[in-house]
């Protein structure tokens, strides 16, 4: 199965995307985690990626294409894989139709997770990485004592470069208006679903499960 995840920012395609790798053995395919490792690693592309992402801005076409072209050639990638943060403008799913088409490859969904707009910002603005565990953490939603147990064992609560409040309004409005479109270009080739995305992540995982047919 090949699915398209598309949403805002925070709307939480990454933990759906973990989801359906760890139970389908879909791999997670982000371009946001590809970036980012590409700038920790200092390579030329994530050197130009750099000041995009901190200005919440979008890193160019033909980094984020060359970086899926290489990522869905990879032969664990050969039977399926869930696109997490790919495509966010209409010029890259037309470059995706490309890649798909050399390879002979079709997708069978593109998933809305549809979330409020005040939900996107606390998901956002508390969200937190304990320094210790990796565990995902938000200030908000997330129970006292995860909270607890991460700073009692020594760890931090790490906020992403990326998550102050200038550049996710930056980033919101990218979305409003760069990636928001695909969900007509999505509409108009028969395969978008549309999920609520609000509420606990199992609960929408599960109607995750259900709107691709696996229950
Ligand atoms: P989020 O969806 O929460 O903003 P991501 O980890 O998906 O987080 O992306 C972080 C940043 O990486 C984006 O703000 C953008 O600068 C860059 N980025 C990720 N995916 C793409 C893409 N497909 N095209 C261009 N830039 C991207």
Not at 58 to 87: C, H, N, Q, T, W
Not at 93 to 110: C, E, F, I, P, Y
Not at 113 to 123: A, I, P, S, Y
Request: aromatic share 4%; proline share 2%; charged share 25%.
């Amino acid at each position: 199965m090949r699915i398209v995840l598309l949403g805002a920012p925070g709307s939480g395609k990454g933990t759906q995307a973990q989801c359906l790798q760890r139970d389908l053995a879909l791999p997670q395919v982000s371009t946001g985690d590809l970036l980012r490792r590409a700038v920790s690693e200092g390579t030329e592309s994530g050197l130009s990626a750099k000041t995009a992402m901190d200005a919440g801005e979008l890193v160019s076409d033909d980094i984020v294409l060359g970086m899926i072209k290489d990522r869905l050639e990879a032969s664990d990638a050969a039977s399926g894989y869930v696109l997490d943060g790919f495509p966010r403008n209409v010029a890259q799913a037309k470059g995706l139709d490309g890649v798909l088409r050399d390879l002979s490859q079709q997708l069978d969904a593109a998933v809305l997770m549809d979330v409020d707009f005040e939900v996107l910002m606390k998901r956002l603005t508390g969200r937190r990485t304990c320094s210790k565990t990796g565990k995902l953490l938000n200030i908000y939603f997330s129970p006292q004592s995860e909270l607890d147990a991460c700073l009692n064992a020594g760890g931090e609560l790490l906020q992403r470069e990326d998550d102050n409040e200038a550049t996710i309004s930056s980033r919101l409005n990218v979305y409003h208006d760069q990636t928001e479109p695909l969900i007509e270009f999505y509409c108009s080739r028969n395969l978008l679903k549309t999920l609520d995305a609000d509420g606990e992540a199992q609960d929408i995982y599960t109607r995750l499960l259900a709107t691709l047919g696996y229950v």
